[in-house]
């Protein structure tokens, strides 16, 4: 049985910087293509792909609004999943959730694309 669990956010006021991680159980990485990847949701709007990695290639991916500021990377011996956030803007607040799929990279932010998932952990920015 998959099991994602999230941890890591908090508050920061803009300008700061968090890092969540993402432990997953029960996910087979060395005989499968597998895709983690990090999705936030803010009140009122849909859930929305942050970045994601490939397990077995390491190929990222992220959205435009977070890229040169958030690195997503993966410890495949714990298997944990981090997002580091630099630089963070109120535009970043939401909950932040943790995903185990198999999308063709082009689907990489379809949430639809994606298996199991964490139970959030949110992330709040103050200006």
């Known amino acids: 049985q998959v099991q994602v669990v999230e941890s890591g956010g908090g508050s920061v006021q803009a300008g700061g910087s968090l890092r969540l991680s993402c432990a997953a159980s029960?996910?087979?990485?060395?005989?499968?293509?597998?895709?983690m990847g990090w999705f936030r949701q803010a009140p009122g709007k849909e859930r929305e792909g942050v970045a994601a990695i490939y397990t077995d290639s390491g190929f990222t991916y992220y959205a435009d609004s977070v890229k040169g500021r958030f690195t997503i990377s993966q410890d495949n011996a714990k298997n944990t999943l981090y997002l580091q956030m630099n630089s963070q803007t109120p535009e970043d607040t939401g909950m932040y959730y943790c995903?185990?799929?198999?999308?063709?990279?082009?689907?990489?932010?379809?949430?639809?694309?994606?298996?199991?998932w964490g139970q959030g952990t949110q992330v709040t920015v103050s200006s």
């Open positions: 029960g996910v087979t990485y060395s005989s499968h293509t597998i895709c």
């Open positions: 995903a185990v799929g198999r999308p063709r990279p082009r689907y990489w932010d379809n949430a639809g694309e994606y298996n199991y």
